[in-house]
């Protein structure tokens, strides 16, 4: 009778709502071990059914099983994914099984009169294997699981390959499968060299494009107003119903309105004011993440590594190297991670058609005022289509090129074997031609369009202005001699179009290395040093390691040829001049016990972290020795994110000894902590300086408010017997206005607003400042443990009484409440109390306030 009530209940509340009846099953049930099956069949006698839909079912059973993927071809590893461990409860392995549209009987599609849904909008796949039926493994999260079983349900869902959806199932990837995935599929570390910092957090299904948002948001719309067609909910015999009395009693508790979450609200108009605030105030932004300006290129399905190196090494050429990072956007990731909040210009440099997904998450790029580039790309919208002409492909052409200021350049190039034909669709009105071939029929070949009322806009070139001589298949020596007599105007014109779309082509060559001196604050202590040098290094001065070896030699008069892996280290003090490092100011604004005495510094290097590799290990504990550089060329960051090093960074890595059996040798992950706060306490603890607003992010970062990054940690430990060796590598601009902001900006704009006169620091006295507040909340750390030097992190750091959701946009909310004993991020989710997260796993992403894994 209890049951019967039950389905009368669902039935009278929910009967014109089934995917509120789905996606309470699903979140209800998921954590357990049974399967969820979407189905166009009969359900098998062992499988329960919860909904009928028509010819369609949905029901739960038995818990499927896949370890074996040796038949299939695996397309990428998701981050949720690790080799030792399942899929985290907050999200769903399935099998999706669809048929050739041209099977007898079988529908041709989805009800074209119905809201579609896009099979990869929902989901990311991860292997396939051919045949009839053809089927793909994905991931998705729990609700965009239900998202397409309901689609499924009423004939609205849509394959990408042009076939029908026939099943589709939930299973559990054994701990084989996930060792195949993590095995075939191309490395997380290949992917974090290409997109870390596009993501400063990379995201998998964390949260999906704008419009799949409003689709989602329009699903539960109609769901909760009781909009669509009604269905039949299946009530079959009584033993069936006694065995879902489980599913039943849980769905009439807990599918309600109220419980069905909420989506994050669109960040995009706070972003939006903040943008106009500090523009009120005067500061100078390039973007609101806070991180390096990225430029992304688009290869399609292309791997060659070639093509990728090929493209940059021309746009490298022709943009200010320092100001922005390049990376390449690979084909999975488009519509996996979110690329295009952290991007200035999109690069699409393949000719394969563009799929219909991507192709609309390039258009929702333009519309939140994205720009982009297309070189011989299939990339089209808006008043323009494209026409091939086969006979123009592999042809010298004269180009006639329209420039800003009304002048003209002619050029030659070889064009694709396409053309833009105008005015065939859209609003002509909002395109522009900048080029055309100067034949007979005067072909355009380079359009300018405009999209959306955010600034979003576009350059198509069908003409190789990405490709030089040397990559090009030039028949004739007539067509090399036009090509190479044009290469200068070819980067004149690639320059107009960067500058066009709002790109510095500033050129700023990058330095040769230059020698180390070896410099002390303490006399003494220097040539305690020296004496320790002539039992430490070879006969020829060389002290060999196995990333960068360093010769010690008594003057720069010394001939050592500089080279990343072999560096001269000048060991006379009185020798030493630098317009960027004042070795006066150092030792007057160091005031430590060991920490900083012995320092290599060197005007341009590779990267500081590589320099104390050879020293580190056998130096005695009271020289604490440290690296300072004016400049990087090859600047690391958290997660093999590219840091850029222009001038005006202090840039500097530092080693530490902490004992294993100590308060902080027992917490290593707090020392990024004390590093961060470190740094912020070395400008706020300067008297009138103390307004100044520099903030610590967790784990490792220092930030201008909670808006914009301004600086770095990076540590890197090494335990030897019961010591830890730490290297901390810590950059944060100082005057470097560009590419973001620097703290010399922060105390210009605090004296404008306060009528106030501080001076500009510089990076000497910042680093030994840095170093010298470091040793004190070390000190305090390891007598007190972290209550110690907790309270004066929270004054400083950004994230105070903020609400996160967790994993993704669609996860669960929670408060932020503080650091634990280990220095993990202590977050409290409702009805689940409070949990930590680890720093090295996870990141924060500022701009969606979401928690969320690292590639």
Known sequence: MLITLCYLYLWARWGPRSAALVRSTVRRLHRSRCSFTFCARQPHPEERVCLRIGGKVFCTGEAQFLDDLNRWSVLLISPFIHPEKLLPAEHIAFVTESISAQTENLQKGPDSSKEIVKWSDFCSPLAYKPGEPFKLIAEASVDNFSSLGVAFLEDRLQMENGMVPHRIVS?????????????????????????????????????????????????????????????????????????????????????????????????????????????????????????????????????????????????????????????????????????????????????????????????????????????????????????????????????????????????????????????????????????????????????????????????????????????????????????KTSNSKRYEVLREILTCLGLSCELSEIPELTPIYLLSPDEEIHLAFLKWLEGNVDAEGLRASSKVSLKFVSSCESKVEVTPSLLPVITEMGSFSSEHFNLKTYQQHLQTKKLGKILLFTEVTTTTMNLLDGLMFELPEEMGLIAVAARQTQGKGRGGNVWLSPMGCALSTLHLSIPLHSNLGQRIPFIQHLVSLAVVEAVRSIPGYEDIELRVKWPNDIYYSDLMKIGGVLVNSTLIETTFHILIGFGFNVNNSNPTICINDLIAKFNREEGTELKPLSADCLIARTVTVLERLIDIFQEKGPNGVLPQYYKYWVHSGKRVRLRSEEGPLAWIVGIDDYGYLQVHEEGKGVESVHPDGNSFDMLRNLIVPKH
């Not at 596009?198 to 109609?222: F, N």
């Not at 105030?281 to 390039?286: A, D, H, L, T």
Request: proline residues 3%; glycine residues 6%.
């Open 171 to 483: 299973v559990h990837l054994e701990e084989a499968a996930l060792k195949e995935l993590a095995r075939e599929a191309p490395s997380v570390e290949e992917k974090s060299t290409d997109m870390d910092a596009v993501t400063p957090a990379g995201k998998s299904a964390l949260g999906q494009a704008e419009e799949d948002k409003s689709k989602l948001e329009e699903e539960r719309e109609q769901e909760e107003t009781g909009a669509g067609e009604h269905h039949h909910l299946h009530v079959s015999s009584c033993h069936e119903c006694q065995q879902l009395e489980d599913i039943t009693i849980e769905s009439v508790k807990f599918a309600s309105a109220e419980n069905i979450p909420e989506l994050p609200e669109d960040c995009s108009s706070s972003r939006e004011e903040k943008e106009h605030e500090c523009l009120q105030k005067g500061i100078k932004r390039i973007n609101l993440a806070g991180k390096p300006p990225n430029i992304l290129i688009y290869l399609g399905s292309e791997a060659a590594k070639g093509r990728f190196e090929q493209v940059k090494s021309v746009l490298r050429e022709c943009i200010d190297a320092e100001s922005y990072t390049v990376y390449q956007l690979h084909q999975e990731q488009v519509l996996r991670d979110p690329w295009a909040d952290n991007s200035l210009l999109l690069l699409i440099a393949t000719e394969e058609p563009i799929p219909e997904g991507i192709h609309s998450q390039f258009m929702a790029f333009l519309s939140k005022g994205g720009k982009i580039l297309g070189f011989s790309s299939s990339f089209t919208f808006g008043g323009v289509q494209i026409k091939h002409k086969n006979k123009l492909r592999r042809v010298v052409h004269e180009l006639v090129v329209s420039k800003k200021d009304s002048t003209e350049v002619k050029l030659n190039l070889l064009v694709s074997g396409c053309v833009f034909e105008e005015g065939m669709k859209g609003d002509g009105s909002r395109v522009k031609v900048l080029s055309r071939l100067n034949n007979a029929a005067r072909d355009t070949v380079i359009v300018h369009l405009t999209h959306g009322s955010s600034g979003g806009e576009a350059i198509l070139s069908q003409a190789h202005l990405e490709l030089d001589i040397n990559s090009m298949d030039v028949q004739t020596e007539e067509d090399f001699n036009l090509l």
